[in-house]
């Protein structure tokens, strides 16, 4: 029996990597015992096929059936949260987490501040991050993943010698949020530093990633040609990260110039995504090259199929409403519709 219980949570975990939700539900609930492990498997399911609000039902039935969570519960619920935003939400797990006792467990903190950080509650996670025990690395590259992701680069510089002055060692995932950090906030002189000194005090080499934010730095900044220069001299290729960057800077500095040769690159690495396409498009039309901008939407349609429409989570009176574009499957549609019309006309 303990066998194929084993069976069934690899077959689980599986049909959820394969994108097979409703098949991974089927062996869930027709599985004769559902340990605390069956639970979590349907839980990290669910979040990992964009299922926030499953995830959180599942979670429910399981207290419900009086099975008490673990730590990599609390991981997979809070997985499941990512793509719902709901404050709300996030607050009723924090409270599960404190209330169980796991708020010594690095994991779980961590993913609590990465969630706090994609709300933007950055008040809840300073509070959080400032009632963890001997925060490890972990939890510091967290905080200043949030600080980075948030534009708020001189505290991002700050909270970083911080962590070094306290004995913690910075690994490359750190200074990729770094240099994203001081990409954001304009601290050229300062990205440059950590970027030279990066191995030579931290014994970390650069990456791609490194790289890419260095491109986005200098090219944010008005330094094209440095940033050409810095793609050119890599010692490894240049991935579609480092070619992106360069490409997003031109489109903000009209560069058609750079802007051709970074597009070109990125369409030969990945010829169906349409987000090269535009961007160059977009370069060619403001710089007045109408016959390349058309020629650069000829070959999107041409080159990239059509994508799946995305979808957008609202909440509302202590409910998640979900919607896509064009959407009119909620009972509510036609008040919302008119609603939104209204409000398109005052606009204009």
């Known amino acids: ?165 306290k004995g913690m060692k910075p690994d490359h995932v750190t200074f990729t949020h770094l240099l994203h950090a001081c990409s954001h906030s304009g601290l050229v002189e300062e990205g440059k530093r950590y970027f030279q000194t990066m191995f030579e005090l931290h014994g970390v080499e650069p990456t791609l990633d490194h790289y890419s934010c260095m491109v986005d730095l200098l090219g944010r900044s008005g330094f094209l040609k440095d940033a050409y220069e810095l793609i050119k001299s890599m010692p490894v290729e240049p991935n579609s990260g480092v070619w992106g960057a360069l490409l997003g800077t031109c489109r903000i500095y009209g560069d058609a110039e750079f802007g051709k040769e970074a597009a070109e690159h990125l369409i030969n690495l990945n010829p169906s995504d349409a987000r090269n396409y535009i961007v160059l498009s977009n370069i060619y039309s403001a710089v007045g090259l109408w016959k390349d901008a058309s020629e650069m939407r000829a070959l999107m349609k041409e080159n990239c199929p059509a994508r799946l429409p995305g979808c957008s989570y609202v909440e509302h009176g202590n409910k998640i409403h979900q919607f896509v574009v064009g959407d009119r499957s909620h009972p509510l549609s036609h008040r919302i519709y008119t609603k939104l019309i209204e409000l398109i006309r005052k606009i204009r």
Not at 10 to 26: E, P, R, V
Not at 27 to 36: A, C, G, H, T
Not at 66 to 83: F, H, K, R
Not at 101 to 129: E, N, P, Q
């Open 1 to 165: 029996m303990l066998m194929e219980v084993k069976v069934v949570h690899s077959l689980t975990n599986m049909y959820g990597k394969c994108g097979k939700l409703a098949a991974a539900c089927h062996l869930f609930l027709i599985m004769p015992i559902r340990s605390l492990v069956s639970w979590n498997s349907i839980i990290a399911v669910h979040a990992e096929n964009e299922s926030p609000m499953g995830g959180v039902s599942c979670f429910k039935l399981m207290r419900r059936n009086g099975i008490q969570p673990d730590d990599a519960t609390l991981v997979a619920l809070l997985q499941a949260c990512e793509s719902v935003s709901s404050i709300r939400l996030v607050e009723s797990v924090h409270c599960i987490i404190c209330r169980h006792g796991f708020y010594g467990r690095i994991s779980t903190v961590t993913s609590l501040l990465d969630l706090y950080a994609k709300s933007g509650r950055l008040d809840a996670l300073h509070r959080v991050f400032l009632e963890v025990r001997n925060p490890d690395s972990i939890a510091w590259t967290a905080m200043l993943a949030s600080f980075a992701a948030h534009g708020y680069g001189s505290e991002a510089v700050t909270l970083f010698e911080l962590m070094v002055k």
